[in-house]
């Protein structure tokens, strides 16, 4: 997919440097100034991002490896355009927050996925793929709670096996082909699958996948925005880039895509439902990749910046609703689209987007991924996908809504969402509308020229009724389709419960039978050491000091024998 | 703003039985009008969008509620006990005060 020839290259400004160096000064600067500071700056990588022609860039070489960090072509570009547009978003939304730890993280972070994307070789993606994990994962800590940090924690330990993986296959695939250029990676054993399944951590395919839903909801407010948008899809990315027609993926993606729509029904949190519903998408467009075809990565690359833009206005919707009450979960709120009507109907943009509304985003980057599974007559892949669309709407744009912001009245007054989140998410609202609308200006930056109409009748008849009787299947069952309060164990059960269970079990018995292993050879040990104690020890037999009247006798009977043979 | 939506629900009753008319109206357009697709088997059939979509939407719903009441619901604080001790365990409105994230 690389695109060579008349393209310009040589030396030229890392937009990803220019936001790390940029993002390190914040910490010297207080108050409006800093507020100013963060907002031009993120300008500035928006411009830095938007200006750069298709070519390749600041090619170097070090210890041997061509390093290549500056690819710029159709595919990367969608990706870093839609990064960087998600960072001015997540710098306005966060434009009241004092704490510079978070910023410089989130734009570090946001660098790094940005390098992710832009990373020609390997080893410059192994570097900015670790850099990613170590800024994101201070968007979690920082909301400073119990749960917070340790949820950080897995997520550090999940993404550094991640890391080890890749890099493992990295060295591998260096071994074997001699070259550390990220192209499809062609090649079959052990490196194919490393390098694969560190992808596949990041993108959270089932069952890697647990990390996400438990740290996201536990992330701060503001932080949850940047962490929703830049990992799972820069995993997309360099799946799209490495792996496209893998056909394990097609099938991990449409079960991921019912996976996450499960777990929605199950939830309470409601950023937690919303992260099983990253999972969900992120499905939709691993299946994209894995079919392969070109209509099918366009649409994964489509879903992709479409989603992030409204998965990053429904978590802004429910980061101002927990900013505003304090409540996280959908058995404490409801009834407060009195007080919040502007965030209601900011969030129900981002709803109609994910459902695949027609006139909204998602509805035309959605269908050409279901599309590209008609076209090769994947039935099963298809009504996958289709009921995945259905469990969206369900959840993400009835059930979550219905019970936060309509329903039962849960007697919290909260006040209007500040006036900075409502334009950060007023600005990705606007794109919801914009693309779907005219998605001309989205397909005319994804990889591979567009020859598909999303504005079908076909389309139109069946995903209108899709949505709408999925509504009717919603408020019939509306008594059993609320939160409750409770938890659902997942994979991360594996590593939460049973494995430390496991290591419990170990210590104990294993600590029991090393005592009992201890106790039996050292009862054995001591019976020889008792028993020549018995013989040998100051009362013993043989230890006894003899008397030496005995002694004369002796030599007595032996002078008296020696005689009598001395005299015969 | 605010008015506005609450004359929307004060209004439910109407405005449900407004799209209730429209789904018929387009489960019978469905069926009227051919589409053009026959990729599979159900695309020529009318209205199976609609049926897909409720049948989907009950099966989701009740598939994952059994899963959840057999293998997958556990109390809230079935985690907390693996949590550094030592702080508060709730993250409140009120411990929350003051602070900005």
């Known amino acids: 997919m690389t695109e060579t020839g008349a393209l310009a290259s040589g030396d030229w400004l890392h937009p990803s440097l220019l936001l790390i160096a940029g993002a390190l000064v914040i910490p010297f600067l207080r108050n409006r100034v800093q507020q100013g500071y963060r907002l031009l700056l993120s300008l500035g990588f928006l411009w830095a991002v938007w200006t750069i022609a298709p070519g390749v860039y600041g090619s170097f070489a070090f210890l041997g490896l061509d390093l290549v960090p500056g690819r710029a072509d159709k595919l990367s570009l969608v990706f870093a355009y839609v990064f960087s547009l998600i960072t001015v978003i997540g710098t306005i939304y966060s434009l009241h927050v004092k704490d510079n730890v978070q910023h410089v993280a989130a734009y570090v972070y946001a660098a790094a996925a940005v390098g992710v994307v832009f990373a020609g070789d390997l080893v410059t993606l192994y570097v900015f793929w670790e850099l990613m994990m170590l800024a994101s994962v201070w968007l979690i800590w920082r909301r400073r709670t119990p749960e917070s940090y340790a949820a950080g924690m897995r997520y550090l330990l999940v993404h550094a096996v991640s890391g080890v993986l890749l890099l493992g296959g990295i060295a591998l695939f260096y071994t074997q082909t001699g070259s550390i250029a990220f192209e499809q990676i062609d090649i079959t054993g052990p490196a194919f699958y490393l390098i694969l399944i560190g992808f596949m951590i990041n993108a959270a395919v089932p069952p890697l996948h647990a990390w996400l839903t438990d740290a996201y909801p536990e992330a701060t407010v503001t932080g949850a925005i940047f962490l929703s948008a830049l990992t799972t899809k820069t995993a997309v990315y360099v799946l799209i880039r490495g792996f496209p027609g893998t056909e394990l993926l097609v099938w991990l993606g449409a079960i991921m895509a019912l996976w996450g729509v499960v777990y929605a029904v199950l939830a309470n949190d409601i950023r937690r439902l919303l992260a099983y519903h990253i999972i969900s998408q992120v499905g939709y467009m691993v299946a994209g990749v894995g079919m392969g075809t070109a209509i099918a990565l366009n649409g994964s690359a489509s879903h992709a910046f479409t989603h992030i833009l409204y998965k990053a206005l429904l978590f802004m919707g429910a980061g101002a609703v927990i900013h505003m009450t304090g409540k996280s979960k959908l058995t404490e709120l409801g009834g407060i689209y009195r007080y919040m009507p502007y965030t209601f109907l900011l969030y129900m943009i981002g709803a109609f987007s994910i459902s695949a509304f027609p006139l909204f985003s998602g509805f035309v980057s959605k269908t050409m991924v279901v599309e590209a599974a008609a076209v090769d007559y994947r039935m099963w892949i298809w009504l996958m996908l289709s009921m995945a669309s259905a469990g969206t709407f369900l959840h993400t744009g009835l059930k979550l809504p219905y019970f936060t912001f309509l329903g039962k009245d849960s007697g919290l007054r909260p006040k209007e969402a500040p006036w900075n989140m409502l334009l950060a998410m007023g600005i990705a609202a606007f794109f919801c509308v914009f693309i779907g609308i005219y998605p001309a200006w989205l397909y005319g930056v994804l990889p591979a020229p567009v020859d598909y109409n999303a504005y079908t009748l076909s389309h139109l008849f069946w995903e209108l009724q899709l949505l709408l009787f999925t509504g009717l299947g919603f408020f019939l069952l509306l008594k059993h389709v609320g939160g409750e309060a409770k938890i659902s164990i997942d994979t991360d059960w594996l590593y939460r419960r049973a494995l430390p269970a496991t290591a419990r079990w170990v210590r104990d018995w294993g600590g029991a039978a090393w005592q009992g292993t201890l106790n039996l050879s050292l009862r054995g040990i001591q019976g020889f050491v008792m028993g020549l104690a018995r013989h040998h020890g100051p009362q013993g037999l043989l230890a006894r000091t003899w008397p030496t009247g005995s002694m004369v006798l002796w030599v007595a009977i032996i002078l008296a024998g020696s005689l009598l043979i001395y005299y015969l | ?101």
Do not use: H, N
């Open chain 2, 1 to 101: 703003m605010g008015q506005f939506l609450e004359y929307l629900v004060k209004s439910a009753r109407t405005l449900t039985w407004v799209m209730l008319g429209i789904m018929a109206l387009l489960v019978i357009a469905d069926i009227l009008i051919p589409t053009g697709y026959g990729r599979f088997p159900f695309d020529t059939i009318g209205g199976f969008g609609a049926l897909y979509g409720f049948v989907s939407c009950v099966l989701i719903i009740v598939v994952s509620k059994l899963l959840g009441y057999a293998f997958l619901y556990r109390s809230e604080d079935y985690y907390d006990d693996a949590l550094p001790e030592g702080r508060p365990a709730e993250s409140t409105a009120e411990t929350r005060e003051g602070r900005d994230d």
